[in-house]
């Protein structure tokens, strides 16, 4: 699925729609695209349609930032920084991915291997003066949410 985001408020918006989508059992989004496509604004617009209400900084240097919201918990990871997937090991990553959380992933290609296959993948890139974004679904769950969003 293809989607024009013509400024921020769209990208926040599809973030906010995604998140209305989330199924209630653990879900995984990748976020791809590069420096600046809009994935941390994505997640502001996620995290907030979930009851979060202040900052969401990219967790760019603790990889992950945790967050306790009143149905869920939501990771939101930012792995642009990890030099060797391995440290994913030292993360203790399959906690993360246990708990029927929502974990999103920014610069989930450097993790490899080590990251499981996501129910979704969101690829950002510039177009125009907006943003372009490419979900493809990988999970029969991730193929619900695709359907939903269509409409
Ligand atoms: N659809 C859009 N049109 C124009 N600007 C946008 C759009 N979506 C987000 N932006 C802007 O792009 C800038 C960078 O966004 P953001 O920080 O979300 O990118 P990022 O992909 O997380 O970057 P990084 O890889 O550095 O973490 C922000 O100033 C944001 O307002
Ligand atoms: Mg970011």
Known sequence: MN????????????????????PPQQFTIHLEGELGAGKTTL??????????QGNVKSPTYTLVERYDLSD???????????????????LGLDDYLSQNSICLIE???QGGEYLP????????SYQNNGRQAIISALSNEGKQLCEQLHK
Do not use: K, M
């Open 3 to 22: 989607i024009h985001l013509a400024n921020e408020i769209a990208t926040l918006r599809l973030g906010e729609q995604i998140a209305q989508l989330c």
């Open 43 to 52: 997640t502001r617009g996620f995290l907030h349609q979930l009851g979060h």
């Open 72 to 90: 869920r918990t939501v990771f939101h990871f930012d792995l642009y920084r990890l030099t060797d997937p391995e440290e994913l090991d030292f």
């Open 107 to 109: 610069w989930a290609s």
């Open 117 to 124: 296959q996501p129910d979704i993948s969101i690829t950002l």
